[in-house]
């Protein structure tokens, strides 16, 4: 089984800063396969990239994603207000499914 | 425009069991695999099944192996999950979510139905 790890844990920053935040699979996951998602508090995650370094529908330029093997990243080039929220990576695998999400990285304004 | 409804939720025993179901809308269900995904009082989302088109391929995860099972009904649309032998580590909110047409992660998601194991 896949496990993903994200880092930082938590990530303190103002308004206007570039957030990086890291995902690293335990084995070389398709670029095909990973995803990030953003969840606020009291709502249901929402996908942000998809294949890596594919923009979701009506996600802002200011979101990318990156890396390939076991290293993906993703990049918040200028944090506005309501990016302040915990972001997940996550990778698929089919056999036939199996899923799997990392811990998180809490994004809160420094 | 696509709507996930979970319901079912709510206070159950140890050892009980429970039925949730997910209602789907404004997309063609047949089409797609979902899944169900939790997410456990203040930690983070982890997967717990999915279930392919035509019900041909299904997957759990060994957390929940041999005690719950996924379904579907194209003609109601509709994916449910039956939980059986629960445990207090299953409290959880549980979502519902459709994969996207890539197949690959999840694009919508249902506002999550709260179970709750405790005696």
């Given at each position: 089984e896949i496990v993903l790890?994200?880092?930082?844990?938590?990530l303190s920053l103002s308004p206007g800063e570039r957030a990086t935040l890291s995902c690293r699979a335990s084995q070389s996951v398709s670029s095909s396969y990973l995803a990030w998602y953003q969840q606020k508090l009291g709502q249901a995650p929402r996908l942000l990239i998809y294949g890596a370094s594919s923009r979701a529908t009506g996600i802002p330029d200011r979101f990318s994603?990156?890396?390939?093997?076991?290293?993906?990243?993703?990049?918040?080039?200028?944090?506005?207000?309501e990016d302040f929220a915990v972001y997940y990576c996550q990778q698929y695998g089919s056999s036939p499914f199996r899923v799997t999400f990392g811990p998180g990285t809490k994004v809160d304004i420094k | 425009e696509v709507q996930l409804v979970e319901s079912g939720g709510g206070l159950v025993q140890p050892g009980r069991s429970l039925r949730l179901s997910c209602a789907a809308s404004g997309f063609t269900f047949d089409d797609y695999a979902m899944h169900w995904v939790r997410q456990a009082p203040g930690k983070g989302l982890e997967w717990v099944s999915g279930i392919s088109w035509n019900s041909g391929s299904i997957g759990y995860a060994d957390s929940v192996k041999g005690r719950f099972t996924i379904s579907r009904d194209n003609a109601k649309n509709s994916l449910y999950l039956q939980m059986n032998s629960l445990r207090t580590e299953d409290t959880a909110l549980y979502y519902c979510a459709k994969l996207t047409p890539r197949g690959y992660s999840f694009d919508y998601w249902g506002q999550g139905t709260l179970v709750t194991v405790s005696s």
């Open positions: 790890t994200q880092s930082p844990g938590t994603g990156s890396g390939s093997g076991t290293d993906f990243t993703l990049t918040i080039s200028r944090l506005e207000p | -």
